[in-house]
């Protein structure tokens, strides 16, 4: 799925709508009913003044806003020389203001509009910006479009409350706003056919609007750590009015309702878009405070005790750093064996790394806790691959190793370039001696952790 990449077309709303004033029953021409639920079916059954409202290209109520972030990029230069590079990313979205509270003025959008990682890389990607680049400066403004330069009388928006979950974000101007003049609906007394007026900026190149009707409700959402209830709709929305508020028509009063914030569709469909369902974003927008949830259990290696235990049967490869390790009792130690680049077409070693125990400091050390505790990971995943564990530890634990997957290729990187702490070494002693029916082992070189 295309996540956070969608943008409204322009429509006018006059066709949409009949003439006479006031909430309608019923369609003029065919007689088909517009309203059985708590929302209409057709926009028709808007009242004339809110008709007349929305009929207008530009929403007030709706702004376009800029979040921009600046990033440091770290190198070096000639002589050792450390050397700064800095990358701006500039992205446009949609926003609309609900509420005043004291003297500030409320503004709901998505997420993931404002937000950038505090770092790039590891699965945290910027377009243009290098991994390993460090946010020093974000920002939120109110601008009239994409095209306009940045300028000191912009309105400058500070972050309220924000949830990655329900990818909301709530944002204070201290420049007074135009308030949305609808209230909060029901997205639960939703129907599938329920007409939809949904306001943006396309690609943030102007104010428009766009209709459509919910084509299925109830959608769990678990994409890129979303934890929320989604509805879809049909409106043939397009790249980059992430955060547009939805809106559907009451029956009761033929005014529009806030039924949900737009933030999602489809890769490669068209009129295949999702919306976060009004309900679970109560509490964040009314009461200005994210929910509270349980932090996720860490999934950890098993004790080292156990992961030698489990060596005893014989040799394991396990991945680590993007290579493959063979991992062997060597008497009272461990061998870790990076194997070479083209295994399993070759069984070759290019470093062993010894751990007898013995105690260690520095990267050293590093290089002991993440070598056991990628062992301990593996050995656990395959626990739970037999079924003495439950079957969702397994997506944990791959999400844990894929999380360090990083951080253990500099390791690696770092063994293999004879890195401070972590030179291996041409060492006479390989092991322990060898038994019946072993082969001898290729010399090599062997870091040994820890004194010697």
Not at 216 to 231: A, L, M, P, S
Request: charged share 25%; proline share 6%.
């Amino acid at each position: 799925m295309l996540r956070g990449r969608s943008a409204l077309l322009s429509l006018s709303l006059t066709t949409a709508f009949l003439p006479t004033g006031g909430p309608v029953a019923a369609d003029a021409e065919s007689g088909r009913a517009l309203c059985t639920g708590r929302y209409a079916d057709s926009l028709a059954a808007m009242t004339a003044t809110a008709r007349s409202r929305e009929a207008r290209p530009a929403a007030d109520y709706v702004y376009c806003l800029r979040a921009t972030a600046v990033y440091e990029h770290v190198s070096y230069g000639r002589g050792g020389k450390l050397r700064r590079h800095y990358h701006t990313k500039v992205r446009h979205g949609t926003g609309f203001a609900y509420r005043q509270k004291g003297g500030e003025w409320l503004l709901a959008t998505n997420q993931h509009v404002v937000a950038f990682p505090e770092v790039t890389g590891d699965g945290a990607d910027l377009e243009g910006v290098p991994p390993g680049s460090r946010r020093v400066r974000a920002e939120v403004k109110l601008v009239a479009n994409e095209a306009e330069p940045d300028g000191p009388d912009q309105p400058r928006l500070a972050a309220v409350v924000e949830d990655e979950a329900l990818d909301v974000a709530v944002l204070a101007s201290k420049r007074p706003l135009r308030i949305m003049p609808y209230r909060l609906g029901r997205s639960a007394d939703l129907r599938v056919g329920n007409a939809v007026l949904v306001r943006g900026f396309p690609l943030g190149a102007f104010p428009a609007a766009n209709g459509g009707r919910v084509i299925t409700v109830g959608q769990r959402d678990f994409e890129r750590g979303w934890d929320h209830e989604d509805f879809a709709v049909d409106a043939l929305l397009n790249l980059g009015s992430s955060g547009s508020p939805v809106l559907a028509v009451s029956c009761e009063t033929g005014e529009p309702e806030l039924v949900g914030i737009y933030h999602a569709g489809y890769r490669g469909a068209q009129g295949l878009n999702v919306v976060v369902a009004v309900d679970g974003l109560r509490r964040v927008l009314e009461d200005l405070s994210a929910p509270a949830r349980p932090a996720p259990e860490r999934v950890s290696g098993a004790d080292p005790r156990e992961a030698r235990a489990a060596l005893a049967s014989g040799p394991l490869v396990m991945p680590f750093g993007g290579r493959a390790l063979r991992v062997e009792r060597d008497g009272d130690a461990v061998r870790f064996g990076v194997l070479d680049a083209a295994f399993p077409l070759s069984n070759r070693v290019e470093v062993s790394i010894l751990d007898r125990g013995a105690p260690a400091a520095g990267r050293a050390a590093e290089l002991r806790e993440a070598l056991w505790e990628q062992l301990g990971l593996v050995l656990r995943f395959r626990a739970a691959d037999a079924g003495r564990e439950a079957p969702a530890l397994r997506e944990r634990i791959t999400a844990r190793v894929r999380e360090r997957e990083e951080d253990q290729a500099e390791l690696i990187a770092a063994v293999r370039a004879g890195a401070e702490g972590l030179a291996p070494a041409f060492v006479a002693d390989q092991g322990a001696p060898l038994r019946e029916g072993m082969r001898p082992r290729q010399p090599g070189p062997v870091l040994i952790l820890g004194t010697h």
